[in-house]
């Protein structure tokens, strides 16, 4: 079964300080991998994703994110953080092949800011 | 300019209620998706609809009930609500011939209190 791993609940960093947030997914073939961001009270905004080719991926607000097949991993990256980064980051995989459009979702990382 | 539109925003209400959801979309999606996120922020598909027509349907209690009157909305009835039910609930969009890799636009969600 696909699954979606974030192994870190709550991160916390300094602004300007760099960022990484893992992403571990489970799927027997290509998988299509999305990052989402969710401000505090609003919906899911998407930052970036990953379907084919290239296997680092750029984003909005200066994201970033790697696809490792080798580790089954997506991890989400940004040299500089900003206050207005801190939110709730969401990892997520679709099911492309079976056609259903189903977004499995990961346990979400919440990203503090210190100033 | 709303993409994906919500109402209400916020649903307070006792247990044993029935109360809907609307969602209403101005994309031009085909495709559009009820997701519920439980109190640890954890987000899991409930259903989909495609042009209509019901494609996911989860493992949820027949007291949920999508309605997809045309495809530009998808309402979510429940009906004698239980305080399990409380959650914030997202309505989503995407469009394309092969569902699985699209970007799904989210709503800003709408926040289920049952008391």
């Known amino acids: 079964a696909q699954s979606v791993t974030q192994p870190d609940i709550h991160i916390t960093v300094s602004e300007g300080a760099s960022l990484e947030l893992r992403c571990n997914y489970s799927?027997?073939?290509?998988?299509?991998l999305f990052w989402y961001v969710q401000s505090p009270g609003q919906g899911l905004q998407l930052l970036l994703k990953?379907?084919?080719?290239?296997?680092l991926v750029q984003g909005i607000k200066g994201f970033e994110a790697e696809f490792k097949r080798s580790q089954s991993s997506f991890n989400l990256r940004k040299p500089s953080v900003h206050w207005s980064d801190a939110a709730e980051y969401f990892c997520?995989?679709?099911?492309?092949?079976?056609?259903?459009?189903?977004?499995?979702f990961g346990q979400g990382t919440t990203l503090q800011v210190k100033p | 300019d709303t993409a994906v539109s919500q109402t209400p925003k916020y649903l307070v209400t006792q247990m044993g209620n029935d109360k809907s959801i609307k969602c209403e979309q101005n994309?031009?999606?085909?495709?559009m998706y009820w997701y519920k996120q439980d109190s640890k922020k954890f987000l899991k598909i409930m259903f989909s609809?495609?042009?209509?027509?019901?494609?996911i349907n989860e493992t949820v209690p027949n007291r949920f009930s999508p309605k997809s009157p045309d495809k530009a909305h998808l309402n979510l009835h429940i009906n004698s609500l239980e305080l399990g039910d409380s959650a914030v609930y997202f309505c989503?969009?995407?469009?394309?011939?092969?569902?699985?890799?699209?970007?799904?636009?989210f709503g800003p969600g709408t926040r289920l209190t049952v008391l």
């Open positions: 997520a995989v679709g099911s492309g092949s079976s056609n259903t459009g189903k977004l499995i």
């Open positions: 799927y027997g073939a290509t998988p299509y």
């Open positions: 994309l031009g999606h085909d495709t």
């Open positions: 609809y495609n042009n209509k027509e019901l494609i």
């Open positions: 989503a969009s995407s469009s394309a011939r092969v569902r699985g890799n699209n970007e799904q636009f």
């Open positions: 990953y379907f084919s080719g290239d296997t």
